[in-house]
């Protein structure tokens, strides 16, 4: 069987990803004994910060009966320029999957490219693919599934928005993206998956969110773009996610923030906090949604 990797949400089918989330859900619940993983070695790299894909990822190995390796990008030799399809083959001949996290997307499809074992994306500069399915399972759990619900983005075209709307293309949900002029999603993602699912870009936050199911938002500076911070929060004025923001949603809405968040930014404590905020499940969603991935991709065959 030829590897499979986990760089975008498309990579998986609608079907695929189904079975993930029963597998995911099935761990959630504890119904699940099995230790695929036993063995096995997941080598996580990671050029940028990180408290809940790092975590998630070495629990859950561990927990799946493996072993995960914390390679930070400036410790090992890519970070003095070795190149990239070498550190592919060489990891290929320890390890039995690897975890990156780094800046430039096409770093990661290199990476794939040259590893004969799994490569998962635990984050670009313009994906996000991991969060996404975590944000999925927590939809499922809270709403029973988004099928015929509406999705809301408010804020930054960035590798989180680029992800929703692959998953919209995927699965079919209708998705309302609000970002300012300037911060659209990545115009090629947003062209291949219209022509898949109801996807409308606004201006307007209280356009995207009135009658939506599910709230997101994210930071307004991402890593790596702490320098356009000022700027940023100048051109995201208006698009707090706030009470009277969520007050246009449907009754039963969730809110959602991939974390960390920054209060008073992007949303208001009263928000992040408030009864309709999933920021917590969500957040423990990525340890169960990661260990079904591992177990698929890095499993031994049952
Ligand atoms: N949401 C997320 O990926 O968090 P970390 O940056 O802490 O991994
Ligand atoms: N958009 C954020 C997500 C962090 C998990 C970033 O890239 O920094």
């Known amino acids: 069987m030829p590897k499979r990797d986990f760089l975008a949400i498309p990579d998986f ?43 998630s990822f070495e629990v859950g190995a561990y927990q799946l009966g493996g072993h995960a390796l914390f390679l930070s990008a400036r410790d ?25 996290r780094t800046f430039d997307h096409a770093d990661v499809e290199e990476l794939a490219r040259f590893a004969s074992i799994p490569v998962i994306n635990g984050l670009t500069d313009l994906l996000h693919p991991c969060q996404i399915l975590a944000d999925l399972l927590t939809i499922r759990e809270s709403l029973g599934g988004w099928e015929g619900k509406a999705i809301a983005w408010v804020g930054d075209g960035n590798n989180m928005a680029n992800s929703w709307i692959n998953a919209a293309g995927t699965l079919g949900f209708e998705l309302r993206l609000a970002c300012p002029e300037g911060y659209d999603p990545d115009p090629a993602i947003l062209e291949r998956n219209r022509a898949k699912a109801p996807i409308v870009l606004t201006r307007d936050p209280k356009a ?16 790596g773009q702490e320098a356009e911070q000022a700027e940023r929060e100048r051109a995201f004025q208006g698009y707090m996610v706030d009470d009277a923001l969520m007050d246009r949603a449907s009754r039963d809405a969730i809110f959602l923030h991939c974390l960390p968040a920054h209060r008073g930014e992007e949303v208001t404590e009263s ?3 408030g009864r309709r905020s999933r920021v917590f499940d969500q957040a423990e969603n990525r340890l169960h949604a990661q260990k079904a991935l591992m177990a698929t991709l890095m499993g031994d065959p049952r």
């Open 13 to 55: 089918s609608r079907d695929e990803l189904t079975a993930l989330f029963d597998l995911a859900a099935a761990m959630k619940r504890q119904d699940y004994r099995d230790k695929p993983l036993a063995g096995k070695t997941l080598g996580m790299i990671f050029a940028k910060s990180s408290t809940r894909t790092r975590v």
């Open 76 to 100: 090992i030799q890519l970070g003095r320029g070795e190149p990239i399809r070498d550190t592919a083959r060489v990891l290929s001949r320890y390890l039995d999957g690897i975890m990156i």
């Open 208 to 223: 995207a969110v009135t009658g939506a199911d599910v709230v997101n938002t994210d930071v307004w500076a991402s890593m």
């Open 271 to 273: 928000v992040i906090e």
